[in-house]
């Protein structure tokens, strides 16, 4: 029988945060491009993330995310001076929570709610203020503490050495699959929030729960 869950961890990027909510700010400095940067950006920004790593060439996610951009708008042949830059940076700071966020939230208030992110911690304070999440979370870790990104196991060790939890009593929840399965792997209960109905990649690994929303995840945990 498995354990009471006593803690939920989530993913900010693309789980709670909207990271394409930055295409209005990139179609005013670039009309009609904005779907197109937000894209580029986000892979490259991933990818940067996963080479470092790779590499052991670790630099925390605002300055990965502005060489993601830099590249992004060189390859579209977009010009981005840095006026331009530190705006669509900003952006970044201030992203869009999915409409379901704090209903959810607030509906599983009584778990014990934590952020384990890829951003830096200046970056997660700016999102979760912005987002009016503040006072939500008993903690928002970074991978900053170390200096690794994920899928890399140190990064799913720190939810229950943080929390003092044992980690077959911690759910993980993300948006990306990828994120799921190195939080499996580590031996945390995980919930994918599919919002996009994608195929889960070949990576040998299940997540204990497919959901289309965090609305979604309310039910599966309370039920």
Not at 83 to 99: I, K, N, Q, S
Not at 138 to 154: E, H, M, Q, T
Not at 169 to 186: C, L, T
Request: aromatic content about 10%; hydrophobic content about 45%.
């Amino acid at each position: 029988m498995k354990k009471k869950l006593r803690a939920l961890v989530f993913d900010a990027y693309g789980t709670l945060f909207d990271v394409h909510s930055v295409i209005a700010t990139c179609d005013r400095h670039f009309p009609d491009q904005g779907a197109a940067l937000s894209k580029a950006w986000r892979a490259k920004q991933l990818e940067y993330t996963w080479l470092r790593s790779l590499m052991g060439r670790y630099e925390d996610f605002w300055k990965v995310t502005e060489a993601a951009l830099v590249f992004a708008c060189k390859s579209l042949h977009l010009d981005c001076p840095p006026a331009t830059r530190a705006r669509l940076m900003d952006a970044y700071l201030h992203l869009e929570p999915f409409p379901e966020v704090r209903q959810a939230l607030e509906a599983l208030s009584g778990c014990r709610l934590a952020i384990l992110s890829n951003g830096s911690p200046r970056m997660l304070k700016a999102a979760v203020e912005s987002a009016g999440l503040r006072g939500i979370f008993s903690r928002v870790l970074s991978v900053d503490a170390v200096k690794i990104y994920k899928p890399n196991p140190r990064v799913y060790r720190l939810a229950p050495q943080k929390l003092g939890v044992a980690k077959s009593a911690i759910g993980f929840v993300s948006a990306n699959f990828w994120d799921i399965a190195g939080a499996k792997s580590f031996g945390l209960r995980t919930y994918w929030i599919n919002r996009a109905h994608a195929p889960a990649d070949e990576l040998s690994l299940v997540t204990d729960a497919t959901i289309s929303s965090l609305t979604d995840l309310v039910a599966v945990v309370k039920g």
